[in-house]
Nanobody, 125 residues
Framework: LQLVESGGGLVQSGGSLTLSCAASGNTLDDYAIGWFRQSPGKEREIMSCMSSSSRSTNYADSVKRRFTISRDNAKNTFFLQMNRLNPEDTGIYYC???????????????????WGQGTQVTVSS
């Protein structure tokens, strides 16, 4: 499975962006998916995860009610809609996938074998 992100860029505080992650090499139907973020000077951390059935999603506290993860299995693509962005949201965003039914209670970098190359999001104040 290969993943390629798109949609990053520069946005003003309060604005919105939608990141996309296109998968190839296999279908996403049986994969849990997610997004990590690595902000300057910080460790990479999980922002959101969605189960393979799409019935279950979770979010980091810092992005709850602002970010929404979604998937379109017909297009083999998933998304991260980001609203009310603030400068603390600046970072490199990585899409991830793993052959899992659900999202583990504790997610680490090792949870996911498949990673995109990352896309830069910069939020100006």
């Amino acid at each position: 499975l290969q993943l390629v992100e798109s949609g990053g860029g520069l946005v003003q505080s309060g604005g919105s962006l939608t990141l996309s992650c296109a998968a190839s090499g296999n279908t996403l139907d049986d994969y849990a998916i997610g997004w990590f973020r690595q902000s300057p000077g910080k460790e990479r951390e999980i922002m959101s995860c969605m189960s393979s059935s799409s019935r279950s999603t979770n979010y980091a506290d810092s992005v709850k009610r602002r970010f929404t993860i979604s998937r379109d299995n017909a297009k083999n693509t998933f998304f991260l809609q980001m609203n009310r962005l603030n400068p603390e949201d600046t970072g490199i965003y990585y899409c991830v996938a793993e052959y899992l039914v659900g999202c583990p209670h504790q997610i680490t970098l090792a949870t996911f074998d498949y990673w995109g190359q990352g896309t830069q999001v910069t939020v100006s104040s």
